[in-house]
């Protein structure tokens, strides 16, 4: 064989990496790569997760934007795996695809009450504020009280965006009906809950000493929470990033900010017990009181607490999507796969497919670690050389009359290129980078010139 064609479904960051090994990798074969992605857009979760106010992480754009630019990768926009192309279609037209659909969905939080109205899931915001084309244009923002569950990244990102002062949003890309959205919020005080204590949370240096230090905001610790056992001491002694973080947290607690109009407090030891509703819609939130176990784990103190507020946010991860015909953990939300190659129900691989990115270890981790996950998908699939698909079809072109047979308008990266400037022109009226589109019927419209 001298060529493999291989079909790569989702351009994110994990796709685009794979992509781009796989051409830099040392091999004895040419390649031709297609890449699918449901959207009219690439870039994934940084475009459609990374908060707006993130400027030098959505700058990794630019670096995934070079490796598409080259022209020695396709790009295939508004296509989505399981309606527009099957994987009947990616036998017939390739020799292997790898699956890096990731991670859209908030992971379930079984309380009682999570389903009140003014309940929501992080992921349902985050789409809407990076402006989503496939999520509601409005948002209900009423609330003057909210609680943010979670203590990772993606919670400090919601509680930033609530808490934040929306004229200090008006540099980054954020449409003007987000924008106006924020604008409307009568929020004052955004309360960040965690189980556990200083010592164990999820969030990085950075985005915590970011979210301590945002304009306007008055951030609050309780000094009750700063409690510490021996498991606590050995992640503070072990790990850096840890230490920095008590270290952050602790100066918060021996020098209380300036008051201010709002505020965004961070409390820890606190498990959600139940939202609690008035006439259907969210009026508080109880917790129990937890303490640590000497191992830098918690139990329940019995003492339970409650906090008015009138929405809550869980930010408790995200979840994978199953696709169609291809096997699925429900319960670790992600492709059943060993080391990215795909699996059975026996557990045996299933040949010329493979998988890479959160799909395949979960939702969990960096921008930069998927590349990681990408060199071990390729490296296997460049070993399972034997075992790839023979298609029938493998032309360039062939797939591209199939998608056009039926219907499917798709967008290459030409086509994105023009969505592209539009946002740059949008933007550069009012002196910023981009202002996102965010209907899907005007991204496809723009894309034809
Ligand atoms: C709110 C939030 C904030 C974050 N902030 C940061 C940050 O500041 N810094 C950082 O380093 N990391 C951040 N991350 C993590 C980072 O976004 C992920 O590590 C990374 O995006 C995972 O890459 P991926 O390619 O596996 O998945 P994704 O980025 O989710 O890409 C998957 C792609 O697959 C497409 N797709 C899905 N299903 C189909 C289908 N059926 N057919 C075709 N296409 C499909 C999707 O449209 C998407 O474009 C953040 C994550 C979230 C959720």
């Given at each position: 064989m001298s060529k493999l064609r291989l079909a790569v479904i989702g351009a994110g960051p994990a796709g685009i990496y794979a992509s781009d090994l796989i051409i830099k990798a040392q091999r004895d074969f040419d390649v031709s790569i297609d890449l699918f992605d449901l959207l009219p857009a690439p870039y994934g979760l940084v475009r459609y997760g990374v908060a707006p106010d993130h400027p030098r992480i959505k700058g990794i754009i630019k670096a995934l934007y070079e490796v598409l630019d080259r022209g020695d990768i396709r790009f295939f926009g508004n296509v989505q795996y399981g309606t527009d192309i099957k994987l009947s279609d990616l036998k017939k037209h390739y020799n292997a695809v790898i699956f890096a659909t990731g991670a859209i969905k908030d992971a379930d939080l079984n309380i009682p009450g999570i389903d009140l109205?003014?309940?929501?899931?992080?992921?349902?915001?985050?789409?809407?504020?990076?402006?989503?084309?496939?999520?509601?244009?409005?948002?209900?923002?009423?609330?003057?009280?909210?609680?943010?569950?979670?203590?990772?990244?993606?919670?400090?990102?919601?509680?930033?965006?609530?808490?934040?002062?929306?004229?200090?949003?008006?540099?980054?890309?954020?449409?003007?009906?987000?924008?106006?959205?924020?604008?409307?919020?009568?929020?004052?005080?955004?309360?960040?809950?965690?189980?556990?204590?200083?010592?164990?949370?999820?969030?990085?240096?950075?985005?915590?000493?970011?979210?301590?230090?945002?304009?306007?905001?008055?951030?609050?610790?309780?000094?009750?929470?700063?409690?510490?056992?021996?498991?606590s001491q050995d992640a503070i002694d072990s790990n850096n990033q840890i230490r920095v973080m008590v270290k952050t947290l602790e100066d918060l607690k021996?020098?209380?900010?300036?008051?201010?109009?709002?505020?965004?407090?961070?409390?820890?030891?606190?498990?959600?017990?139940?939202?609690?509703?008035?006439?259907?819609?969210?009026?508080?939130?109880?917790?129990?009181?937890?303490?640590?176990?000497?191992?830098?784990?918690?139990?329940?103190?019995?003492?339970?607490?409650?906090?008015?507020?009138?929405?809550?946010?869980?930010?408790?991860?995200?979840?994978?999507?199953?696709?169609?015909?291809i096997p699925f953990d429900s319960k670790a939300g992600v492709i059943s796969n060993e080391e990215g190659r795909v699996l059975d129900e026996s557990g045996k691989h299933i040949p010329g497919v493979y998988c890479t990115g959160w799909i395949k270890r979960g939702p969990v981790g960096l921008i930069g670690h998927t590349k990681a996950d990408a060199i071990e998908t390729i490296s296997h699939l460049i070993e399972d050389?034997?075992?790839?698909?023979?298609?029938?079809?493998?032309?360039?072109?062939?797939?591209?009359?199939?998608?056009?047979?039926?219907?499917?308008?798709?967008?290459?990266?030409s086509q994105w290129l023009r969505i592209d400037a539009q946002e740059r022109k949008l933007g550069e009226g009012e002196g910023r980078e981009r202002i996102k589109l965010f209907d899907r019927n005007q991204m496809l419209k723009v894309s034809k010139g």
């Open positions: 109205d003014g309940s929501y899931g992080a992921a349902d915001f985050v789409n809407w504020y990076d402006a989503h084309p496939d999520f509601p244009l409005t948002w209900p923002l009423n609330a003057k009280q909210i609680a943010v569950i979670g203590n990772g990244n993606v919670a400090l990102d919601v509680a930033r965006m609530l808490i934040k002062l929306p004229d200090d949003l008006l540099s980054t890309d954020i449409p003007e009906h987000v924008y106006e959205g924020l604008k409307s919020s009568p929020v004052t005080d955004v309360h960040v809950f965690g189980r556990r204590g200083p010592a164990q949370v999820k969030f990085s240096p950075l985005e915590l000493r970011e979210a301590l230090h945002v304009n306007g905001v008055q951030a609050i610790v309780d000094p009750a929470d700063f409690q510490f056992d021996q498991g021996e020098n209380p900010q300036q008051a201010q109009e709002r505020r965004l407090h961070l409390h820890f030891f606190h498990s959600p017990l139940e939202v609690i509703g008035e006439d259907g819609k969210v009026s508080a939130i109880k917790f129990e009181r937890t303490k640590l176990d000497g191992t830098g784990n918690v139990v329940g103190t019995g003492e339970v607490v409650e906090y008015p507020v009138q929405a809550v946010y869980r930010a408790v991860g995200y979840f994978g999507s199953e696709l169609d015909q050389r034997a075992s790839w698909w023979n298609p029938e079809q493998p032309d360039e072109s062939a797939i591209v009359e199939t998608l056009s047979s039926r219907g499917v308008e798709f967008i290459d990266w």
